[in-house]
């Protein structure tokens, strides 16, 4: 990446594996849940979460010198809801069929709490070019367990991928239904998604053992 | 910078300004796009009603509204009438399709208000419909639909949508292969209004009992169901009165 300095580079591409919010930093976990039964909401998911932390970084990191400490969280909180706020109105106006995909991810957004970690952890303490990579280097860490847990979920447990059902009907028993397979009904809960990201969690520790904490 | 950043008078200051500011920002983009968004509600209500109709613009397995530019002319052409029902009575409203429904569910707890409850007569391929709009809660918040039946109360086609059900589980509801599980089911046991219930555990799955008054149940989404079924049997009860005089 040319345009990068090698330490801003790090900024995205650190959180994709060995600080990614979600297996390490423990951010985000909630809507990792909600959202990951199939694999379209966990596109949309990432790509709003993106956009918001991005922005919300930028913001936060402009006025971090005149935010009192004392109600820096409130300040953020309305940052991150405003944005989320004028986007969605500006949506409904103008784009009316994406704000209805939308809709039931706003609430999702504001209460993420990578936002509000990454708000806290860096943008208050780095310029806002720097905030500005690390919201998009984390949303893109988070975006990528949600689109690897939607892949297995939708999979395993509806048979399908965006929708298209890759393994056959399991009502008319064609494709791998035909020899006996089944999906798993239990994927589609939240339970499994928790699983799902230990799984995660447990591959790349065992891959990467200095992330593995002692105490 | 010289101000003291902790000080008690600087934090309420801070946060005065934020709060103005930003509720400012919020309600001037509001106002500002207000109409645009009623604009944007009323076609889609539009768009809704002629979907329950049959009139899109689906292929296999989409969800297709007839497009924005021409939906203004497909509804008049296609709905005929709009009627405001009371009892067994019908009075004619050109505009019953911008009746706020919810408001009037609100507004109906007050027992000495009459409350209007809108129907839509379409006719498409010489089949006359009768549209029914219903609204109650899922999960997490609304939802709502429209069900369109012929003259005999069987359900022809149906469109469900929500506002915040779970992504990927309840909000499924408004999805083909649930939205046309409806198609063909009765609601009316002889004589007895039975509704239909979006059921776990039914042994047919291709739904091809069409007088069980059961769909299939969405897996993961019991609560969204159970509120489609209670909303279904609340809001189609009101309107059986007047439908049965049709059936004559």
Known sequence: ??????????????????????????????????????????????????????????????????????????????????????????????????????SVFVGLIITNCIIMGRFEAFALANGPWKSFLDGIGNSAGYGIILIIVGFFRELLGSGSLLGYKVLGDAIEKTGVYAYGYENNGFMLLAPMALITIGIIIWVQRSRNTSLIEHN | MAKNLESNTYTVLFASGMVIIVGALLAFVASSLQEKITENKRIEKQQNILYALGVNENDETSVEFVSKDIVGAEFSKYITKQLVISGTEAVEDPNAYLIDIKKEATEAKNPNYKRKLPLFVGEKDGVTLYIVPVRGKGLWDAIWGYIALDDQLVVQGVYFDHQGETPGLGSNIKERFFMDDFKGEHILDGDTFKGINAAKGNADPKNLDKMDFEVDAIAGATITGTGLSAMLKKDLAMYIPYLKTLKQ
């Open chain 1, 1 to 102: 990446m040319g345009l990068l300095s090698k330490k801003d580079a790090k900024l995205i591409t650190d959180p994709l594996a060995d600080n990614n919010p979600i297996t390490i930093q423990v951010l985000g976990i909630c809507s990792a849940l909600a959202v990951t039964a199939e694999l379209k909401p966990s596109i949309v998911m990432a790509i709003s979460v993106m956009f918001v932390l991005a922005m919300g970084s930028t913001v936060i990191s402009l006025i971090r010198n005149i935010i009192p400490s004392k109600i820096r969280i409130i300040v953020q909180l309305v940052i991150a809801a405003a944005l989320v706020i004028i986007v969605d109105q500006i949506l409904k106006a103008f784009a009316y069929e994406l704000s209805k995909q939308l």
